[in-house]
């Protein structure tokens, strides 16, 4: 984790740089309105996507969507397997500062939150383009303001949006009936099953979602949280969080003395029989998991009854990416009904789509409806309230906080 601190300041650091020598992103070129240049453009381009690289179905997906690019489009697409997204973020810094400022070796991301924040304020990023995709006629933008905001920044089509995630827990055994449906609930039940929940390493966006989860919860005021962070009222309204944390630790796996990489691991500590309770940023990943074996058939999902936070994954091209013109094709392609229905397929991924489904024809429509919803995957209704993420400057400051009282114990 050591490391993983050192990397975020060698981050700040370059993005202090790319301040001073930054310029602000020009018009679009190529222009994303003229889509016929793009597609003729974009035959033979190599696009390298860097993108989380911790879950096996997800990679899958990515498999399939390279083929068919590669297929349909001449376009082939290498998946760069990312442990943090910081790594990309870090790398075009760098070439800013060397003032590499074409041919990049990022062509597309897959970035959320603070990186996202941090790039955009720089002007490393390539657009607006989203909203001149072809697909984007699709995209549930009135049912779904999220899918126009990333951490309360507005994306202003500097991102697509291509999935969306809510956090759910899911468990297996008779102790799981009834799920604890809230924080305070979690830890009660965590007292009385010592060593059967783990959340992951807040290095990893799920570990750090939980803590923004329990936050949220806990927190004198909500509402603060969806505003910058501030030195004057941090300690007041994160002190709820670690004293649950504090509370919480000697019940966790392992006495929360290690803590699961990411979801797969957990997900496997599951499936070992070493935990009955675990949590998960696809709302399908319970269900996929049974689908290809890895969890037994009588594990269940379930949510707090006050909601769970909700996001969209959103894709972005650096500014001096080298092949803009695949990047923004891929974009398009992955808003595609057809791709979007391969995603949601519980046999696969799982995850949620980002389209409405009022606005695909009668046979795309007929499509969606037809797949299965998966055993352990809750409906809508049965998912409730969607709880907006904090500022990215909440999760920035609470995950060091975490490291800095918990790495070390």
Known sequence: MKARIKHLAFVLGLLAVAATTGARAQSPSPDPKNWSSILDKAKGQTV???????????????????????????????????????????????????????????????????????????????????????????????????LRSDFTIPTEGFEAPWNL?????????????????????????????????????????????????VLIELAPDPERLQKPVTDADFDAVAAPLFAYLDALRPYLWRQGRAYPANSAASRTLMADGEIDLALSFNPAEASSAIARGELPSSVRSFVFDKGTIGNASFLAIPYNGAHKEGALLLCDFLLSPEAQLKKQDPAGYGGFTVLAMRKLDEVDRARFEALPRGIATLSTEELGPVLPEPHPSWMTRIVATWQRRYEAR
């Open 165 to 213: 995630a809510q956090i759910v827990f899911y468990g297996d055994g008779a102790a799981l009936f009834p799920p604890p449906r809230s924080a305070a609930a979690l830890l009660d039940w965590a007292k009385a099953h010592p060593g059967r929940f783990a959340y992951p390493d807040p290095s990893n966006f799920l570990g750090a979602t939980f803590l923004k989860q």
């Open 48 to 146: 390298y996507w860097y993108a989380w690289g911790g879950s096996q179905p997800l990679n899958d997906y990515i498999a399939w969507v390279g083929a068919t690019m590669k297929t349909r489009y001449g376009v082939s697409v290498v998946e760069v397997k990312l442990a943090d997204t910081a790594e990309a973020v870090t790398r075009v810094l760098a070439e800013k500062t060397a003032g590499r400022d074409e041919g990049g070796a990022v062509d597309l991301v897959w970035i959320n939150g603070p990186n996202f924040a941090s790039m955009k304020e720089k002007h490393l990023l390539f657009g607006p383009f989203a909203e001149a995709l072809p697909n984007f006629r699709f995209v549930d933008v009135e049912s779904k303001p999220i």
